[in-house]
């Protein structure tokens, strides 16, 4: 059986109950070096925050005489280039975004130069490694082994239109039932024209896939035998729990919803979800938070003052485990820039720096950063992410060597209990199996 040591994020808490205080002035020109004509290349998600990422970078060109070229990708088509990259040894970029569910693999890959050793020698004011959210922190480790910075950390929050909420004396939804309720409330009812109840990730595949471990938890269920909120050792038992009566419920809860969504929400993804909200289509979505700075702005948005943020709902008598993502930093193992790299990480990845990241529209990770009066007063859905962020299980998606492949593989099943062409308990039937089987050989459960 294949061991899996993992870290869920467990480095040392800052005290959640200090104040809120603005991050000491660093002396960059000391602490970096001069890196003049280095051209530092960076791969991202082309996620909302890349613009952020691009906002901030020039300040970095400046203090090192270097540049620096930022690259964005479709989530598929990121995570394919990126292994084909790294098998190829391939060192045309320095600097690597990934998402966290996919660190044990790249690590197993050898595709990162894990970070311990450099964050040990950096500074600790600079890296107030204490200050990330531990929720998150958790998807940079592996093997006991801290590999990358945890630098845009999602979480999950219910987003409303508050003002049909309001016209409709609806009560925002806490449970399952409330969600499904309002979302019927709002798909039928005569006195909201064009408006959808709730739009959610049905496409096959990755959206689907993942759907399915973002709502599990809330739902009192887990994915395979030792994965739950707290749990000691989650990669201990990895015994396939898919085809269990909850998993079973779970999926046919989503079937339920599909009467509730706009046209075709069976084949909806990331974009599409957060675009249906985006133009008032639709009176609720669940939605990582990387994407609320967006539904703020009024050239774009149509929901731009007219939408709030809430907890993940949950089942009745389960509690809210809000889904826990994002994208961690990482070095190229086989850059032949790491000195300028670290140099762009550790910049990027402060406190100080973050703030700024934080503010030009970019995810906030540190505790620091949800507790700070500026950020509040500009992303006022900030308390709400943050206690989010402490009700979240770091462990909420697998993030082994197997993990792309067996989302998509869950993904697939999930979609055809969508569309009808299984059942729901047929669906989970043969994902059950099949991943039982794709586990076995890869050695991550017994025979």
């Known amino acids: 059986m294949k061991k899996l040591i993992e870290k869920s994020g467990m480095i040392s808490a800052l005290a959640l109950g200090l104040a809120a205080a603005d991050a000491g002035a660093t002396d960059w020109n000391k602490e970096l070096k001069k890196h003049d004509g280095v051209k530092l290349r960076i791969q991202t998600i082309q996620d909302p925050f890349i613009d952020s990422l ?5 300040d970095f060109e400046k203090l090192t005489n270097s540049s620096v070229e930022i690259e964005g990708f479709g989530y598929d088509p990121l995570h394919e280039k990126q292994i084909l990259n790294c098998s190829q040894r391939d060192d045309q970029y320095d600097v690597l975004f990934i998402d966290g569910i996919w660190t044990g693999e790249f690590v197993e890959a ?17 890296t107030e490694m204490d200050d990330y959210i531990e929720s998150f922190t958790g998807q940079a480790y592996w093997n006991g082994t801290l590999q990358c910075l945890p630098v845009a950390g999602y979480w999950h929050m219910l987003h409303y239109r508050k ?7 609806i009560k925002v939804p806490e449970t399952f039932a409330e969600l499904k309720a309002a979302a019927k409330f709002f798909s039928e009812s ?14 096959r595949g990755s959206a689907a896939g993942q759907q399915f471990f973002e709502w599990i938890y809330s739902a009192g269920g887990k994915p395979w035998e030792s ?13 396939p729990l898919f085809n269990s009566p909850k998993a079973v419920e779970m999926v046919q809860f989503f079937k339920d919803m599909v009467p509730y969504g706009p046209p075709g929400v069976e084949q909806f993804a990331w974009d599409e979800r957060a675009n249906a909200f985006t133009q008032g289509k639709v009176a609720m979505i669940n939605n990582w938070s990387v994407r609320t700075p967006l539904f703020t702005d009024p050239k774009i948005s149509k929901v731009w003052d007219k939408f709030d943020v809430a907890m993940f709902p ?27 790299a670290w140099d762009f ?14 503010l030009a529209g970019g995810p906030p990770s540190r505790h620091s950063a949800m507790q700070d009066r500026d950020i509040i007063a500009a992303q006022p859905w900030v308390p709400t992410l943050y206690e989010s962020s402490k009700k979240a299980w770091a462990e909420s998606r697998p993030r082994h060597a197997m993990t792309f492949e067996m989302i998509d593989a869950l993904g697939l099943q999930v979609n055809r209990a969508i569309v009808g062409d299984a059942t729901p308990q047929e669906a989970m039937d043969r994902a059950n ?5 794709m586990l076995t050989r890869a050695g991550y459960i017994d025979k």
């Open 314 to 340: 949950h089942a009745e008598g389960e509690k809210s485990v809000p889904p826990v993502g994002g994208w961690v930093m990482c070095l190229n193992a086989h850059s032949k820039q790491k000195k300028a």
């Open 345 to 358: 990480m550790k910049w990027f990845a402060s406190p100080e720096i973050h703030k700024s990241f934080v």
């Open 227 to 239: 994965n739950y909120p707290g749990s000691n050792a989650p990669y201990k038992d990895q015994t």
């Open 190 to 203: 005569p006195d909201f024209p064009g408006v959808d109840g709730m739009a959610m990730n049905f496409q």
């Open 110 to 126: 050898g595709c990162i130069d894990p970070i311990e050793k450099r964050v040990g020698r950096t500074n600790p004011e600079v």
């Open 163 to 169: 003002d049909l909420f309001e016209k409709a004396n």
């Open 433 to 437: 199996e099949n991943i039982t089987k």
């Open 54 to 58: 691009k906002k901030i970078s020039p």
